[in-house]
């Protein structure tokens, strides 16, 4: 049965936030299931996501809800065991709208897993995502 993979021990990291406005902006948005919040990177060619479960995940979607106009068209997942290099998963095409998006994953297991995103659609490359979920099984 797959479920939401991101719990209170799961460790984040982004590569920026919008003016270091971590309060109004912070990765914390990502996952608070609020509507109003979100993570507003700041500018830069290449933005990404960081998470370090704290056990062994099987990841089998990743959903993610962007800010039209502020989204990535196309997008790395990497994920890596312990302390092995990150490996590629999977490069994902999300489309420039305001919908959550669901992507299938092909079975990986990792505790490590980094999402970037490429391709911006703003001018500047910033990225705005309301919601990011991981979903599959802990292993």
Request: aromatic share 10%; net charge negative; charged share 25%.
């Amino acid at each position: 049965m797959t479920h939401s993979l991101v719990c209170p021990e799961t460790v984040s990291r982004v590569s920026s936030v919008l003016n270091r406005d971590t309060r109004q902006f912070g990765k914390k948005h990502l996952f608070d299931q609020n509507e109003e919040t979100c993570w507003n990177s700041d500018q830069g060619p290449c933005q990404w996501v960081m998470l370090e479960f704290p056990q062994g995940v099987r990841i089998s979607q990743l959903q993610i809800q962007f800010q039209g106009g502020f989204s990535s068209r196309r997008c790395r997942l990497e994920g890596s065991q312990g302390s092995q290099a990150l490996f590629r998963i999977v490069d994902f095409y999300p489309e420039d709208n305001n919908s959550l998006q669901t992507f299938p994953i092909p079975a990986a297991e990792v505790d490590r897993l980094k999402v970037t995103f490429e391709d911006m659609a703003d001018f500047f490359g910033r990225v705005v995502i309301y919601h990011l979920r991981v979903l599959g099984e802990k292993v």
